[in-house]
């Protein structure tokens, strides 16, 4: 072989040898994270059959990791893509509290008024007059849950879980946290009652829209919503850049209403000197029938991790979760 096209054949597979490692090390510690060990993890979970759905993880507006993991269905048929639409249970919350600050900035309501300024025809007096609209953000009106007196069929129908819930309510410890879905129902009304259009309509032109989220789902007040981990990717960045709220009733959102973490729709989480604010999502139904384990959260104001799964709590969903929130604050695998 010619002496120059040996040389040449060396020189040629020694760069490309440096620039895959050069690109290897870049992603390693890529914004000082190590994405390499963190998609080790995720890959790990996956084959032990603890992870199903779709991550991302972002520094500010750029995405580091966004893969798909495990199989959409219990038959172990059809793959999870990055793509795909998955439950997002009390996530969808956050889509709640954001519609009532919208109409705060509007002064078209007070956080601190009773509920019976808004919805004056609940005959409960202690609901109408002395519960206030921040208590039912910050779930600290005692208003209870309706999963003790609903059934499945009636939990799918806004309207009538609605009516269940004035009809059957029982106030209890006024004052302090008691996580409710019946809270984020009573809210959805409020909405409706002031903006004068469904609740869906709502949060469909004035969240969804805006951010072009055209793969997620308005769901109920409480939840129910299906998105896509690139659509509440553009709902962190919303976020994190004040486009749907002034920073100010950002901030109030992500501040302490109570001795739980959790603020007026947000979920709070302090891990070291870092805080992280968002929701998760999640609901166990059966072994035949498909659940969910979701959350997004956002670390610090920079970055965003989005976990989104379609198997209940108990298969690994919240624990990635966990996991990827305890990293990211420490920078450590």
Same mark, same amino acid.
């Given at each position: 072989?010619?002496?120059?096209?040996?040389?040449?054949?060396?020189?040629?597979?020694?760069?490309?040898?440096?620039s895959?490692?050069?690109?290897?090390?870049?992603?390693?510690?890529?914004?000082?994270?190590?994405?390499?060990?963190?998609?080790?993890?995720?890959?790990?979970?996956?084959?032990? *059959?603890?992870?199903?759905?779709?991550? +991302? %993880?972002?520094?500010?507006?750029? /995405?580091?990791?966004?893969?798909? =993991?495990? &199989?959409?269905?219990?038959?172990?048929?059809?793959?999870?893509?990055?793509?795909?639409?998955?439950g997002?249970?009390?996530?969808?919350?956050?889509?709640?509290?954001?519609?009532?600050?919208?109409?705060?900035?509007?002064?078209?309501?007070?956080?601190?008024?009773s509920?019976?300024?808004y919805?004056?025809?609940?005959e409960?007096?202690?609901l109408?007059?002395?519960?206030t609209?921040?208590?039912?953000?910050?779930?600290?009106?005692?208003?209870?849950?309706?999963?003790?007196?609903?059934?499945?069929?009636?939990?799918? *129908?806004?309207d009538t879980?609605?009516? +269940? %819930?004035?009809?059957?309510?029982? /106030?209890?410890?006024?004052?302090? =946290?008691? &996580?409710?879905?019946?809270?984020?129902?009573?809210?959805?009304?409020?909405?409706?009652?002031?903006?004068?259009?469904?609740?869906?309509?709502?949060?469909?032109?004035?969240?969804?829209?805006?951010?072009?989220?055209?793969?997620?789902?308005?769901?109920?007040?409480?939840g129910?919503?299906?998105?896509?981990?690139?659509?509440?990717f553009?709902?962190?960045?919303?976020?994190?850049?004040?486009?749907?709220?002034?920073i100010?009733?950002?901030?109030e959102?992500?501040?302490?209403?109570?001795?739980?973490?959790?603020?007026?729709?947000?979920?709070?989480?302090?891990?070291?000197?870092?805080?992280?604010?968002?929701?998760?999502?999640?609901?166990?139904?059966?072994?035949?029938?498909?659940?969910?384990?979701?959350?997004?959260?956002?670390?610090?104001?920079?970055?965003?991790?989005i976990?989104l799964?379609?198997?209940?709590?108990?298969?690994?969903?919240?624990?990635?979760?966990?996991?990827?929130?305890?990293?990211?604050?420490?920078?450590?695998?």
């Amino acid at each position: 072989m010619n002496n120059r096209i040996l040389i040449l054949i060396v020189f040629i597979a020694f760069g490309c040898k440096n620039s895959n490692s050069q690109e290897k090390k870049e992603k390693s510690s890529s914004n000082g994270l190590n994405i390499i060990q963190i998609e080790e993890y995720l890959n790990n979970q996956a084959k032990k *059959d603890s992870l199903h759905g779709v991550v +991302l %993880i972002a520094d500010r507006d750029q /995405i580091l990791l966004k893969k798909a =993991f495990g &199989y959409k269905d219990l038959e172990y048929s059809k793959k999870h893509s990055v793509d795909s639409s998955i439950g997002l249970a009390s996530m969808s919350k956050m889509f709640t509290a954001i519609s009532i600050m919208q109409l705060k900035s509007q002064n078209k309501i007070n956080l601190d008024a009773s509920l019976g300024n808004y919805l004056p025809k609940i005959e409960n007096g202690f609901l109408r007059d002395s519960i206030t609209v921040r208590e039912l953000l910050s779930h600290t009106g005692g208003v209870g849950n309706y999963w003790d007196f609903t059934s499945d069929a009636e939990q799918n *129908d806004f309207d009538t879980l609605y009516k +269940l %819930i004035l009809k059957k309510v029982s /106030i209890k410890d006024h004052g302090n =946290f008691q &996580y409710s879905n019946s809270d984020y129902i009573i809210l959805g009304k409020i909405i409706e009652s002031i903006s004068k259009m469904s609740y869906t309509a709502y949060v469909e032109n004035n969240i969804l829209r805006p951010l072009e989220m055209n793969n997620t789902s308005g769901g109920l007040p409480d939840g129910g919503s299906n998105s896509t981990v690139d659509d509440l990717f553009k709902f962190s960045r919303a976020l994190r850049n004040n486009q749907l709220l002034p920073i100010e009733l950002i901030e109030e959102m992500r501040s302490k209403q109570s001795n739980a973490n959790y603020g007026l729709g947000f979920q709070l989480n302090f891990k070291g000197e870092s805080k992280i604010y968002g929701h998760p999502g999640g609901y166990y139904l059966d072994n035949t029938t498909l659940g969910v384990a979701s959350a997004l959260d956002i670390i610090d104001d920079r970055y965003t991790v989005i976990v989104l799964t379609n198997r209940n709590p108990g298969m690994g969903g919240s624990s990635v979760r966990n996991f990827l929130l305890d990293y990211i604050a420490s920078k450590k695998i």
